[in-house]
């Protein structure tokens, strides 16, 4: 029996001919994923019986509406849907199992299991976490093409990742570049749902302006529920500069042991503030924490180093707190505010463009946790003022900044260094006395000189 393959279009034919090991497609609305992911399947079930393929999206219900229901009227003779599997078996030997990761631990259902083709439909909708796991099931022992086939559209959990792997093309030392594409589709490649509902255009060009630069224009720089759509890479990203010595130093931090996020700040007499220096690491105990603290100054005093009230939180079997600890190794903490919701309006503030054109936070290219992660956050979907703290990753870097700029605009005169003030008898002092001694050196003199 034939199978009716349909007339793909241009964008849709180079989706079924990539052959690299991780394919996504799509960008914007309405650009024929979920009929292209379909036809895929069936093409790999034919060409190559006893081919073991999972299709998956966020819910069971998403699944059944746009793949089940039309699979079983497209396959009639090739297929048999099994219900109590949820699975498509075909008559060749190939299987094609449904399935959806709702919650972070759906995913662990598929652990252990092998598929040669997986499809990971509306990808943006899952965490990098279920996109890792289900990635460690691409395998098998044969000759079968082993294949990622994802479909997505800017926004969502999933944003950031997808973004990072496709977009940005930024890839770990373990990630080979080779084995990844992105195929663009846009509502105009779609000539057939352009034909059959002209209306549909209209609709996208009507909505504002973040649902259409993301829906209809598949910009990946701004989605819906992104919470800083402020943030613009071509005026907030800078090429790194030498920094004149008289500008204020600070540096801002999160720190538990899942990630030390901290960033060296430098303030001009204008008040711009430039994100220079980036530490991004995660499981440091205090003494390493507070090692590369030291290292993101270690040529200029800083005025302050920030950091959350937490961190001044007394451990019941020390009596210290992480602030303390701090200060033994030679870092003395400044307490900020803690209050989110006015710090996120204070990053607000800070990434508005002046009537000058410019914004008044710039962040070094050099910083790319704090460039990635900054415009991925979400707003929280219970507190509409808030931001998301799923995925928790995103969190770290902003975090940060948020404890600068909550802290800038709540001290009145902030305090100026003393150029020069280091003198030789001053850094013998410093080096030979307790932390009570050094810092009061600290708070009269700012950070000394490595």
Request: glycine letters at 8%; aromatic letters at 12%.
């Amino acid at each position: 029996m034939n199978y009716d393959f349909g007339s793909p279009n241009t964008r849709q034919e180079e989706f079924f001919r990539a052959q690299e090991r991780f394919i996504a497609y799509g960008g914007a609305r309405g650009g024929g994923k979920s009929w292209a992911v379909r036809k895929k399947a069936a093409l790999l079930a034919l060409q190559y019986p006893g081919i073991r393929m999972l299709l998956v999206r966020r819910t069971l219900p998403e699944v059944r509406e746009n793949h089940i229901l039309p699979l079983i009227t497209e396959l009639k003779g090739l297929a048999e849907y099994k219900k109590s599997e949820e699975v498509m078996l075909f008559t060749c030997g190939s299987r094609l199992r449904f399935g959806y990761c709702d919650n972070e631990t759906d995913v662990t259902r598929y652990q252990g299991q092998e598929y040669d083709v997986i499809f990971l439909d509306e990808a943006t909708q899952f965490t990098v976490y279920q996109y890792n796991t289900l990635t460690a099931c691409l395998r098998g022992a044969n000759s079968f093409p082993k294949r990622m086939y994802l479909t997505c559209n800017p926004g969502g959990v999933g944003h950031d990742w997808v973004k990072r792997l496709f977009i940005d093309r930024k890839f770990t030392p373990t990630e080979n570049s080779q084995n990844y594409r992105f195929i663009p589709a846009r509502v105009y490649d779609n000539t057939a749902l352009v034909a059959q509902d002209t209306g549909y255009i209209a609709m996208l060009q009507n909505l504002p302006e973040d649902l259409r630069r993301a829906w209809l224009d598949g910009d990946w720089n701004v989605f819906a529920g992104q919470y800083f759509k402020e943030f613009r890479r071509e005026l907030h990203v800078t090429a790194p500069f030498s920094i004149p010595r008289h500008w204020n130093r600070y540096v801002t931090l999160d720190y538990g042991l899942d990630m030390l996020a901290a960033y060296a700040v430098a303030v001009d007499e204008k008040g711009t503030a430039y994100v220079e220096k980036e530490v991004y690491e995660s499981g440091l105990i205090v003494s390493e924490a507070a090692q590369r603290v030291k290292m993101l100054l270690c040529d200029t005093p800083a005025t302050a180093v920030l950091a959350p009230p937490d961190l001044w939180n007394r451990r019941q079997e020390s009596g210290k707190s992480v602030a303390d600890l701090f200060a033994e190794y030679g870092v003395l903490l400044t307490r900020t505010g803690n209050e989110r919701i006015p710090g996120w309006l204070a990053v607000k503030e800070r990434l508005r463009i002046s009537e000058e054109g410019l914004p008044r936070l710039r962040i070094f290219e050099s910083c790319i946790n704090l460039i990635r992660t900054l415009p991925g956050l979400q707003y929280d979907p219970k507190r509409p003022n808030d931001v998301a703290n799923e995925p928790h990753e995103l969190t770290h870097a902003p975090d940060a900044l948020r404890g600068f700029c909550s802290w800038w605009i709540s001290v009145p005169g902030k305090p100026t260094p003393v150029a020069g003030s280091w003198s030789g008898d001053l850094l013998e002092d410093y080096n030979n006395t307790d932390a009570a001694g050094r810092a009061y050196l600290e708070a009269k003199y700012g950070r000394p000189p490595c």
